[in-house]
């Protein structure tokens, strides 16, 4: 199970490409991690200077009714499954500025906002800005994603057009509630897509993510139900291990082939469809025990549970190697 990449997700929808100009009332919701990115900042310039024109775009891009909604901080990080996601981006140091509207920028953006701590602030500083300028401001108790199409729908009923603003494709991935592929390796949204329209059957496997009171055993088998599938094995008479052992036999044969490929084993996918499961009740505002659905405590906060299994007989690991060209010491 790997991270994978989820802006193939996009190909499966039509893009508009003449400027779409809505007759009638328009409300705009307003991903406030997008909005960081939109306006360049300008050296010398002082913080509240740089606020004033994130409110000035707001006001000639969209007009007054508008919502921004930022990603919410944790009181207790440690106690947040989305904590690890921002522990893995961070790729270089960034040092932690005390700063207000007064205080001239020494830094860049980029660099700036690397520090979560640095970019809690900022959102602090901006939020007073544009509820100075009557702009309504949320922060999301965790998962923007969900606080955006939620608020988005919530005013629907009073407006003849919403719009949501922002480049996350977990929005997309939210409204069609495809994150659980989202780790298997070699597997794209658009298969997915595929395989629900082709095997119906397999949407009353894939309702028991909808279900509350889903136990971790039904989780998990059909969790398994639709990855057999997935990987083009038949779920009524093949489990994952059957079908990566048939798999690995059929790929055997061929002068290369990527062992990540397989089907993954019975014990990561059934942590997967755990997690997958948790992270649906999440979005359904269900609120769940991510420790009693294979998640686990670390000094930096909660991680996912690792796959306790090797992946294969220690006899079968020591007579295959990686496919890495040269100076890999990962594999040995």
Known sequence: MRKGTKSSLYTSFSPITEDVKPEGSQYVVVDGGHLLHKIVWRQQATFGAIADRYVQYLNNKYGQDITVIFYGFPDDDKKSTKNCEPLRRAAHFSPDVMFHEETVLQYTKEKLLANECNKKRFIELLKKALQKANICVQQAVEDADLAIVNTAISVAPQYDYVRVVGEDIDLLVLLTALASTHTLFGQSKNKFISLFLKHEELLNRAATFLNPQATTEQVTE??????????????????????????????????????????????????????SYHQVQTWLGNEKDPLKWDWMHTPSGLFPKKSEKDPAPESLLQCISCTCKKGCTECM
Do not use: C, I
Not at 263 to 268: I, L, M, N, R
């Open 222 to 275: 059909a969790g398994e139900n639709v990855l057999v599938a997935l990987y083009g094995g038949d779920p009524a008479t093949q489990n994952l291990d059957e079908l990566r052992y048939h798999s690995f036999v059929k790929a055997a044969a061929k002068t290369k082939f990527n062992l990540a490929r397989l089907p993954p084993t019975t014990d990561a996918a059934q942590l997967h469809a755990m997690r």
